[in-house]
């Protein structure tokens, strides 16, 4: 029964003849091969080249981890990406005959479309009414026969496995070489490829020891940078070449120590230096920086413990500095850069001491002579060092004693960074020794003379360089006459100083009145003192002081008199010789008088006139002056005072009014613009004044004389009564010591040798009295025979016999030697006979007056009366204001004693009570 010929009947297909199907497959057999090969070859190519890729790099530099992971994975790249890319493309792209078809129509054109329609026609499924089974058999066997004579192998792609196998062998052969025969190399850049981010070192035959990579050096400063060979380095290339940036190239010759020592100059910007030892190439980061410098500088200063002087803080920007000796210092140091300091250290030297005479000899010195010595040369070998204490920026010393040498601290320091400092800072201590204060007298002459009732102002300035304890003054008296009294001694201290206080003065009022100091002469000098151990008082220039008694005073002030009025005299012919050269002047022409030659004589009168004013001027103040002592002695009568009074109006009149006015004439009578005739009227003015001025300066000088006169007759009385009185006291004290103990006499019939000690004491003190007295006595009487070779007058002479006759000198003598020998009741006689002696011939000089005597001398007496009397009355008024000065002066003084009585640190004198 025939099939069904229906759709659904059988669908048949035709398979590709045997030797094409078996040159097919050998065809995909063959591709598949040599493209699997290739892959495979690319992948070992890749990885082996990247490998070399590293191991060349690391011969020229280190390459950097980026680069060497770049290359690995490039390298893998190869086994990863392109051989499965390769292999999917050949392999899994060419496994169908279509596929393997339309490969052999590249090479094969008509007969690859043959074969890929013969490929379509197997492919085809048809049922056998649509498609002839013959026909397409056929044709497959008619493709079949064509392709038996080709060989398909021509088709395949260009093969490159050959020449990539010949590639990768030689650089496996590269790559084995390379471990063979530098293995450590080799190793090493295998461990640098497979582990590219890892720290492993690139290997090179020339070793460096480890080194900063990165390194600090100062800013524009040459710079040094030191590469050290290992020792176990392959390689010792003999020089090294490095190189800032893009500057010039540095090179360094290989050392004895296996370094190389590159030296750069100043750099002041971040920079790279690149090195070459050999195949080492290694890099150094350099940054410039500015060293560490001071800002600032103290020192804290600790004085000598004695001084009692507070801590004190320094600053040092000058470098030196000057402390007593014994001081401790500390000095403080801060810098200004931002950066904490590592390490500081404090040298100390010790300098040697230069003389004034060492300086000069420098100076004089040759400067290239080989003897000199320099300072440096001569400054100790091992000067000590301290280590100083860090914070930050700061650092500080330990404290260092300073010696009586000059001393040189040096600091020195070094930041985080390590960048030192440059040169250091030094700074010099010159010792200071405690010097002695000193002391001074001020507003006082150096030599002066005064009553006991007087009071004196002076100023006491003292100084010391390390402050004053204490200031004062203090006194040594000296007897100008024998006695047996004892001269005054003491002192006073003024003021406590403080350490602090370098200057300290105070003003002294010296009252001796308020000392209880007799007539005497007083040494006076100022005295301080300072804190330094064991050093007493420093005493100042000492001023004399002579306190006088009245008498004493009287005779001086009469001595200043004389000079007065010989000096008046003098300015008198001085102005007789002016005026006769002004009346030669007078006798020429008007006409002549203005010329040339007479113009200059006008000239010089008038200067002479001038200066004769200037000297009336200074007797005019000295006599002012002369006036106020006689008035504080109290004994010149008013009559003289009135005398000298009228002497120095005179005066004044004359320097300021009368003389003047000539010097005025004189002036004008030269005057250019005056006519001759008055020139001449001028000059004729000034001698009719000068005539006046001569008569008035005569009228002075016979006022000053008489003055004179009466000043020295005034002294012999008050003299006189003076020694009676001395006289008087000597036996009024005798006659007490005999009726001492009531009314039972202690020393009558006694030798000397048996008196109580007391007594003993008392018979000597007025022994030395009366031997005073005695002596006041002679002077009285050669005096007083001087003064009557001058006067003429006949109570001198009256007087001056009947000393003489009397021989006063030995009775006096013989009293003393009468008390000396404890000869009472014979010495209160002789004693009281030559009292009564000496008042009687003062009252020769100066008669007792009659109280019935006065008034009734008529009106013109009365008148020269009044004027005495208004005298005398303006005598009392000045002396009572002098005496209030004199008490506000002593209370001065006494206030000044009380306040400076708790200061004494013991009484050293019996002056006070």
Known sequence: MPKDDSPTAKQQRAPLPESLKGQLNTFRGQLWRVKVAEAILAGCFGLLFSYLLVFGLDRLWATPPLVRLTILIGGTSFFVFFAPYWIHRWVFGHRREDQLARLIARKFPRLGDRLLGVVELQNQEESKESLSPALRNAAMRSVASQAKGRKFEKALPNARHRSWSLVVLATFAIAG??????????????????????????????????????????????????????????????????????????????????????????????????????????????????????????????????????????????????????????????????????????????????????????????????????????????????????????????????????????????????????????????????????????????????????????????????????????????????????????????????????????????????????????VVRAFVKDYFPGRGRIYSEPITVFILTKDEQAQLLKQQFDRIIGELEDAARREQNNFDENRRLEQEAPEELQGDSSQERLEQQEAKEAENVEKMEELSERMEQLLSDALRNGEVDSETMQKMAEAMQNMQELSQQDMPQVEKELRESQDDRSTPEQAKKDLQEAIEEQAKVLEKMRKTIES??????????????????RAASEENGIASTLVKAIEADRGVSTIAGLTIEELDPADQRIVGELSMQQRRTASDVRWIQEDLGHFYARTQKEEHKELMEAMQTSQIDSGLEETREKIAVNRTFEAIGRAKKWAAKLTEWADILDPPKDPSAGGGEGEGGNNQGLDDNDFEFMLKIMKMIQTEQDIRARTRALEQLRRTLHLQDAPKDDNLR
């Open 177 to 522: 070489a390379a471990l063979v025969l530098v293995p450590k190399v080799g190793m090493n850049a295998l461990k640098r490829w497979l582990l590219p981010l890892s720290d492993t070192p690139r290997y090179t035959f020339t070793k460096i020891d480890p080194f900063a990579a990165e390194i600090i050096v100062p800013r524009g400063e040459p710079f040094e940078i030191e590469l050290t060979l290992s020792s176990d380095s392959d390689k010792r290339p003999p020089h090294g070449t490095a190189r800032f940036g893009i500057q010039d190239p540095v090179k360094s010759p290989l050392r004895a120590n296996r370094s190389y020592l590159f030296s750069f100059p100043g750099q002041a910007e971040d920079g790279t230096v690149s090195i070459q030892i050999g195949d080492a190439r290694q890099a150094v980061r350099v940054i410039p920086t500015t060293r560490p410098t001071i800002g600032s500088v103290s020192a804290n200063v600790t004085y000598p413990e004695y001084l009692e002087l507070k801590n004190k803080r320094l600053d040092l920007r000058a470098g030196s500095m000057s402390v007593v000796v014994g001081s401790q210092i500390s000095l403080e140091a801060n810098t200004i850069e931002n950066r904490a300091l590592d390490l500081g250290t404090l040298t100390v030297r010790i300098l040697p001491k230069l003389s004034a005479r060492d300086v000069f000899d420098d100076l004089e010195a040759d400067p290239t002579s080989p003897e000199e010595e320099s300072v440096e040369e001569s400054l100790p070998t091992e000067p000590e060092t301290f280590a100083l204490r860090i914070v930050g920026t700061a650092m500080s010393s330990p404290p260092i004693v300073i010696g009586d040498t000059p001393t040189e601290l040096q600091l020195n320091w070094r930041d985080s960074y390590g960048l030192d400092d440059d040169g250091g800072h030094r700074v010099r201590v010159e010792p200071l020794e405690d010097q002695n204060p000193t002391a001074y007298l001020q507003g006082v002459e150096r030599q002066l003379v005064m009553l006991a009732t007087d009071t004196v102002s002076f100023e006491i300035l003292t100084e010391d360089d390390f402050g004053v304890r204490e200031i004062g003054y203090e006194w040594a008296g000296q007897f100008t006459k024998p006695t047996d009294e004892t001269p005054s001694r003491g002192d006073r201290v003024l003021k406590k100083g403080a350490p602090d206080l370098r200057r300290v003065s105070e003003r002294v009022e010296f009252s001796p009145f308020a000392l209880e100091i007799q007539p005497q002469k007083l």
């Open 704 to 721: 000053a004389n008489e003055a004179n006169e009466n000043f020295e007759a005034s002294t012999f009385i008050n003299r006189l009564r």
